[in-house]
């Protein structure tokens, strides 16, 4: 029986199943095959509490009500609720998937190895927040005294479904490092990844956070952002009612010239109704880099999209219509930096990319995904070589930092990479 469809409720079509909890109180799962179906001030009871933006219900609603992510495209949202009576107690996005597209996971080696050995690798359980390699992701759970108790029932849901529905294995990707601990102690096995991050040392000014770095990169920075005014460039930084709707198609278009450039490496996957929608609905969550250019009137010349919340600020998507030099380096880092030293964000994660971050004080950090796999050989296989791909990761993460341009008295005075150790762990 698929429990996804097993009972009828007053709102959507969902499974509810009573979960085996050694609890006097009643808990119930209940599978919803789109965020849509779920009550939105519920869910973001539990969300909104977070220190991540990508876990909430319009943002997760969004990316499906717009067809981006969807079980045409290979996302198969089956969400977990937990439900006591009428309240929502837990929550966690997840999708069956047939790829591993959009999770900036690269497990792909893995599947093409199963393949070899005629294990089914797809399909799979898979939780995050979709197209967003931003670190985050975590159960979302009712702050009482079974929360303990409502975590229980959940991986003991997430178990069952995948055992019943023969998914060879369920992953938890960009994994929020003060929950992680909980889910290995459900036997998910953690897998790091390197990233990118740039740390607010209690800067007061641009000038601050150039004062660690070594002359000669202070100079090429300084240098970069003379650029944009010798080149006629003004970069604003936008937030809320600032950010006219009538933007999001131009942000599109910018979104579809980047991909361009990556040819059959793009990263693809989001259409133009999700950034209508999102510039029209949720723009107390947007930062927008807009730079305008006398050459293209009052539109402007290219646009970088960062989402924020609290002290968190977290690089999308940019794009622009003219090659100028040092543009990128202005609009994606520079400029977010500067805002985000003004606002007192304290983390900047700049998103999947090159090493050039390195060159503008984002240091190289490890996030973590974590993998539970149900299929016996590709569990054998995942645990004999995981440690090892994790110490070759976390050396690329020390060779990375080696580069960091900034000077040795700023590294001993702990304005370097004085905390990195934490990222590692």
């Known amino acids: 029986m698929d429990p996804k469809t097993t009972a009828k409720t007053t709102k959507d079509q969902a499974s509810t199943r009573p979960c085996p909890v050694r609890d006097e109180k009643k808990f119930h799962v209940r599978w919803q095959s789109a965020m849509a179906n779920i009550d939105r001030g519920q869910w973001d009871r539990l969300a909104l509490p977070l220190k991540t933006p990508i876990l909430e219900w319009q943002w997760l609603n969004l990316l499906e ?15 977990l609720t937990v439900w006591q009576g009428d309240r929502l107690v837990g929550g966690a996005p997840l999708y069956r998937k047939r790829h591993s597209n959009g999770e900036f996971v690269f497990d792909q080696w893995w599947a093409r190895w199963a393949d070899q050995q005629q294990i089914a690798y797809y399909p ?25 108790t409502i975590e229980q029932v959940m991986w003991e849901a997430i178990d069952a479904y995948c055992l019943e529905s023969g998914l060879s294995g369920c992953h938890l990707l960009f994994v929020d490092p003060a929950w992680m601990d909980r889910a290995a102690a459900r036997g998910y096995v953690p897998w790091r990844h390197q ?21 000669i990169q202070r100079r090429n920075i300084r240098r970069e952002r003379r650029r944009m005014q010798q080149q006629g460039v003004m970069i604003r930084m936008l937030t809320g009612d600032q950010i006219a709707p009538e933007m999001a198609g131009l942000m599109y278009r910018y979104y579809l010239n980047t991909n361009a450039q990556y040819g059959p490496w793009a990263a693809r996957y989001l259409n133009a109704a999700f950034f209508h929608d999102l510039f029209a609905h949720y723009r107390h969550r947007l930062l927008l880099a807009a730079a305008y250019h006398p050459s293209t009137g009052e539109q402007p010349l290219a646009l970088s999209m960062l989402l924020y919340k609290g002290h968190t600020l977290i690089g999308r998507y940019w794009g622009r219509a003219l090659p100028l030099k040092d543009l990128h380096f202005n609009m994606c880092f520079y400029a977010p930096i500067e805002w985000a030293i003004e606002h007192d964000m304290q983390r900047f994660d700049p998103g999947a990319g090159s090493p050039h971050k390195i060159y503008r004080g984002f240091e190289a950090v490890a996030n973590t995904s974590l993998h539970r796999f149900y299929e016996p050989r590709l569990k054998m296989m995942f645990n004999r070589f995981i440690d090892e791909i994790n110490q070759a990761e976390l050396a690329q993460i020390d060779d990375l930092n080696a580069q960091l341009p900034f000077s040795a008295k700023s590294v001993s005075d702990g304005g370097g990479v004085g905390t990195m150790a934490l990222d590692k762990g």
């Open 124 to 148: 799979k359980l898979v939780g995050m927040s979709p197209a967003t390699p931003a670190v985050g992701y975590r159960f979302l759970v009712d702050d009482t005294d079974s929360a303990h």
């Open 65 to 79: 009500a717009s067809g981006s992510i969807a079980p045409q495209t290979g996302w198969d949202p089956c969400h």
């Open 195 to 215: 990233s990118f991050l740039w740390r607010n040392r209690n800067y007061a000014s641009f000038d601050d956070y150039l004062a660690p770095f070594k002359s």
